[in-house]
């Protein structure tokens, strides 16, 4: 089986996740979704909202891999830098999108706060728009940088509208099973198994739940076959081990 | 009032979190420690289970930021390799520590379990340990570098034995105050607070919750005085607004 790898990084931008006043929860989110579409996520970062951090992640992100998305500093307020840093990273400017600017003058304001409002429509130029189906703003797209909101909500609805623009490979599958066996209990057969298994990433994960101890070791790669393989083999370690294979 | 700022950077270890099967919890909970004892977190990365990304994104943390902390990879299995990453980064060789592998003896076991459990007492020549309470094999810290587990009950417990270690700066105060507005209608006032508040970190988080849209505005800094100021200024352009600022 070829197996074709496309990646991408989230850039997560926002002193609020830094600081951890705010759980982020769109990492996992992204990771999950990208993967149904055949991209896997390689790496992350979070930045605060300083423009020489922001861009030079950016930079570094969109180099390495095929696709880039970040979260956060979209909105009407002072700390919202994304647009100037996206812009600076690409070395163009900052313009007016009409096309955003009509969707705010929908909704009727006082003009000092249509003034701010309007901070929203700016986008890099050369950006196209990526839609958002809860009726705000939009975000946008440069080259292969997706920038999206930070409210978990409304990064949600953009990014549930950008599979066609992805080119995705191999879609990542994965089995799981577990057992109420320490992780030391199981490690020497993982080893020879994952030798054995190169394109198939064999993880163990030690829990403590219900007062019990277990393990549950995740399988994941392109290769289904392979797959049911591992499974089978790891099903039997844990057999060999006195204990019962379980759904996770 | 003199500020010192100390810096820190987190290095979350695991394909688990990329993959989007686990929602990372620790870097919240790290930051909002470190931040009682004066070290402000200014950069996150999570990285796959690979030597050489590790590696480098340890390498480029420990020389541009005063601490950093590492979650996840130290236990038994194959998969958990942090401690050759550490020691491949400081460029020294993973020796046994005999404390650990002490506590290690103390359970007792079968010789291929135990030869397992025993990965857990390698450490990078000229690491000092970082105890844990939950029992278990510790972590270590090899210069700036605190290596502690992913899982997050026993990676809280190692944090929270690290307290003397570290020479905090100015601890970050916060003050916060919520109002029944969109982010737009407030947002040219802030701006102007924050052109005269430099030091002071003015954030504008817009929510959505219980039908009601809102902000919330947090403002961060080590200078008291100049919070309570910021504060009370925020409050002035909320009630020039109409509206009633809150209790987030």
Chains 1, 2 share one sequence.
Do not use: K
Request: net charge negative; hydrophobic share 45%; proline share 6%.
């Amino acid at each position: 089986m070829r197996e074709r790898v496309v990646t991408a990084s989230v850039v997560i931008i926002g002193n609020e996740i830094l600081s951890g006043r705010t759980q982020d929860t769109n990492l996992a989110h992204i990771a999950l979704q990208l993967n149904e579409w055949g991209v896997r996520v390689r790496e992350a970062r979070v930045v605060p909202d300083v423009l020489e951090t922001v861009v030079a992640a950016v930079n570094e992100a969109r180099a390495a891999f095929d696709y880039v998305f970040t979260t956060g500093g979209i909105g009407p307020t002072h700390d919202d830098i994304t647009v100037d840093c996206i812009a600076a990273a690409f070395d163009v400017p900052v313009v007016v999108s009409e096309e955003i600017a009509a969707v705010i003058r929908r909704r009727p304001a006082p003009p000092q706060v249509m003034e701010s409002r309007m901070r929203m429509a700016r986008i890099p130029r050369g950006a196209s728009l990526v839609r958002n189906p809860t009726g705000g703003p939009q975000g946008f797209r440069m080259d292969n940088v997706f920038v999206m909101a930070g409210i978990p909500a409304v990064m949600q609805a953009m990014l549930s509208t950008l599979g066609d623009q992805l080119e995705g490979g191999s879609v990542v599958h994965s089995r799981s099973v577990t057992a109420h066996l320490g992780e030391s209990e199981i490690a020497d057969g993982l080893e020879d198994i994952q030798r054995r298994y190169p394109h198939i990433d064999l993880g163990s994960y030690p829990f403590y739940r219900d007062n019990v101890y277990g393990t549950t070791l995740v399988m994941r790669g392109a290769d289904e076959t392979a797959l049911e393989r591992v499974l089978a083999e790891v099903r039997g370690i844990i057999e060999a081990r006195g204990a019962v294979p379980r759904d996770p």
